[in-house]
């Protein structure tokens, strides 16, 4: 029987390239299948993985009916036994639940892989639909490190280095790659950096990036991962932290 499985993980743990993999696993066998991507990090109507993998994909949009992509398909004649649904987070709950539609009336697989919470750990509509109506859910066993060498378990957004807690929840860009500087506010000439960063719960909660942990290590006699980044931005390293 068709299964809806939603693979999830942070960033950075392989959800692309295992996304491809199946993909080539169950053409191999003859089976027909649609690839679906949202806002990739290659650009639109792609799936890309950090190893350099790469191939085309129907980019899903907010109007996008995954019932109607699969009925034209099949009405046309061609094969679709199943659907690879990538950077799943961003679809709408509506849609989560057209592919569980898909699942269940007409016998498609849907394999889906994406983020469960983003930069403020709060969980992304799309990945909550997921969990809330998938056969199965899978957390991906490649794990993602902090920069302490941990497991890491949360995504972080940073700005200039420095680990923020508010903006909007969608901004397109990946691990040790600037995402869109309109994201958040010029500060006079200076354009801020945006990217992310996958950290530990302890060094999440502390807000310690590998960049704060640095500049901390050169400054204080303590070690990075037994200081609280808040306090110590409020006890003289602040400037050096934000950059300021």
């Given at each position: 029987m068709?299964e ?5 993980g942070t ?6 390239t295992?996304?491809l993999?199946?993909d ?17 990090r290659?650009?639109?109507?792609r799936?890309?993985?950090r ?5 085309d994909?129907m980019?899903?949009?907010?109007g996008t009916d995954?019932w ?6 099949r009405t ?5 036994d199943y659907?690879?649904?990538d950077?799943a987070?961003?679809?709408?709950p509506?849609q989560v639940e057209?592919?569980?539609?898909v699942?269940?009336?007409?016998d498609?697989?849907v394999?889906a892989?994406g983020?469960t919470a983003?930069f403020?750990?709060?969980l992304f509509?799309?990945s909550?639909r997921l969990v809330?109506?998938a056969d199965?859910?899978q957390?991906?066993q490649?794990?993602a490190?902090?920069w302490c ?9 940073t ?6 807690t508010?903006?909007?929840q969608v901004?397109?860009?990946?691990v040790?790659m600037?995402g869109?500087p309109a ?7 200076h ?10 719960r302890r060094?999440?909660m502390r ?7 640095a500049?901390?290590g ?11 980044a808040?306090?110590?931005?409020g006890s003289g390293g602040?400037g ?5």
């Open positions: 068709a809806l499985i939603f693979f999830s960033m950075d743990c392989g959800k692309s295992l996304a993999q199946m080539y696993n169950h053409r191999a066998r003859g089976r027909g299948g649609v690839r679906f991507s949202r806002n990739d290659a650009g639109e109507s799936i890309s993985s190893l350099g993998l790469e191939t994909a980019e899903v949009v907010d995954f109607e992509e699969v009925m034209l398909r046309q004649g061609q094969r679709v659907l690879i649904c950077e987070q961003f679809y709408t509506e057209q592919l569980a539609k699942v269940d009336e007409i498609v697989d394999f892989f983020i983003d403020r750990t709060r509509p799309g909550q809330e109506l199965r859910v957390v991906l490649v794990e490190l902090c060498g941990r497991r890491a378990t949360h995504n972080a957004r700005v200039d280095g420095v680990m923020v508010e903006g909007a901004v397109v860009g990946d040790d600037v869109d994201a958040v506010e010029p500060l006079g000439d354009v801020p950096v945006v990217g992310y960063e996958t950290l530990c060094h999440y807000r310690v990036t590998a960049h704060g942990a500049l901390m050169q400054q204080d006699p303590l070690l990075p991962f037994d200081v609280d808040c306090l110590w931005r602040a050096a932290v934000a950059g300021t």
